[in-house]
């Protein structure tokens, strides 16, 4: 067996084990009624053993992969997706060593499985590096910063235990509908993972030649029905559907469409599960924080940024600029990905303002910690599926 199959099979086997230990956190805290906090204590012991024995997986994962490739498992949407997941988990980890706080394992841990799940639709197969790629800094720059926003989502995961104690989910409110979509995003990406495997069982390919921005022909494979289409788009597949729309150059229309499928699909999940429960999403896991202590998720929202921000600005601003002159030979160029690394700075570094000069504790800080890693995310999903730029390889 090669290193390669290992490395997808410790996947896997992180994967699972994440999953279970989703469950047993979630009946932990369930099973905690009287807030005696003896069953939730035993329980949640069983599920951070477990946790950790999916967060050995996904290391090995990292480590055999590596050696299979030759370089750090950074330099494409897999590869970075995979180590989000990774940190995010990580992240959980210490949290729960210092804290011992089982709820933030129902939100941290659910969160890095659909990271990962979203990972594999990606192409995973190993291969070569490319020029721009080849440098000791893909290393450096990327891991720093995958490991600073895999901390600094432990704000939100604080962040939205937190909301969901305090919201009245009966009262109709700007901050009810915010906490709903927030958690209605996350059944987007799930729509994502569906939508992807119904298309890929159903074998559906169609490939179309376009004009880019530079006059040159070009080709381009959907996997799902195209709704959006390049420059004069040509149907190289016989049969299939034509484009609804046409797109200009900067934006990559294949991947438009799978977030439009991804949309489509998640909305249609949603409605099942109100249609089913009679309930919002937030209101099925409000039962799950009554016990919560809100002190400490703020403290523990606060933590995770004072300590991913310093590494965030190490990591996906001066390490990147250095790369960035070595190899396009300038600091900055307003590429998509650059701007939104500085607009994810530039909001930590505001929360922090806010905290400490103007005393946003509390509710705010939960908001703040949220919309973070909204932040994040975007500049995960959308810039890298959407907006062409010199980081399009990932």
Do not use: C
């Amino acid at each position: 067996m090669s290193l390669a199959d290992i490395s997808s099979n410790l996947l896997y086997v992180a994967f699972f084990a994440y999953l279970i230990a989703t469950f047993v956190f979630g009946g932990a805290v369930k099973g905690n009624k009287q807030r005696t906090f003896k069953s939730e204590q035993r329980w949640s012991k069983v599920a951070f053993i477990i946790t950790l024995i999916g967060f050995a997986a996904n290391l090995g994962y990292f480590f055999t992969r590596w050696g299979a490739t030759g370089h750090a498992p950074l330099s494409n949407l897999f590869e970075f997706a995979t180590a989000f997941g990774l940190t995010i988990v990580g992240g959980f980890v210490i949290l729960y060593a210092i804290y011992k706080t089982p709820v933030l394992g129902m939100v941290v841990l659910p969160v890095a499985l659909l990271i990962i799940a979203f990972a594999s639709m990606f192409p995973s197969e190993v291969s070569p590096l490319i020029p721009a790629l080849q440098s000791h800094w893909l290393a450096i720059h990327v891991s720093t910063t995958v490991i600073s926003e895999g901390i600094l989502s432990m704000s939100a995961a604080a962040g939205i235990v937190y909301l969901l104690k305090v919201v009245d989910m009966k009262t109709k409110s700007k901050k009810r509908f915010w906490l709903e979509t927030m958690l209605y995003a996350l059944v987007v990406v799930v729509g994502f993972i569906i939508a992807s495997v119904t298309f890929n069982v159903m074998d559906y390919e169609a490939e179309f030649t376009y004009v880019d921005k530079d006059g040159k022909d070009q080709e381009m494979v959907y996997n799902l029905p195209p709704v959006f289409g390049m420059n004069e788009h040509v149907s190289l597949t016989e049969g299939t559907m034509a484009p609804l729309v046409e797109m200009p150059p900067v934006i990559d229309a294949g991947k438009l469409t799978t977030i439009f499928w991804s949309f489509v699909f998640g909305t249609v999940l949603y409605l099942l599960i109100r249609l089913i429960t009679r309930k919002r999403l937030a209101e099925l896991l409000q039962p799950l924080v009554k016990n919560v202590d809100l002190q400490l998720m703020d403290e523990i929202g606060y933590r995770a940024i004072i300590i991913g921000f310093p590494l965030f600005s190490l990591g996906a601003l001066i390490f990147a600029m250095i790369w960035a002159q070595i190899a396009w030979s300038r600091f900055w160029g307003w590429d998509p990905k650059e701007v939104w690394a500085l607009i994810t700075w530039l909001f930590y570094a505001a929360y922090l303002h806010l905290r400490l000069g103007k005393g946003w504790n509390g509710e705010r800080a939960a908001w703040l910690g949220v919309v973070g890693f909204a932040i994040i995310m975007f500049n995960f999903v959308v810039v890298n599926l959407i907006i062409a730029g010199l980081h399009s390889y990932a």
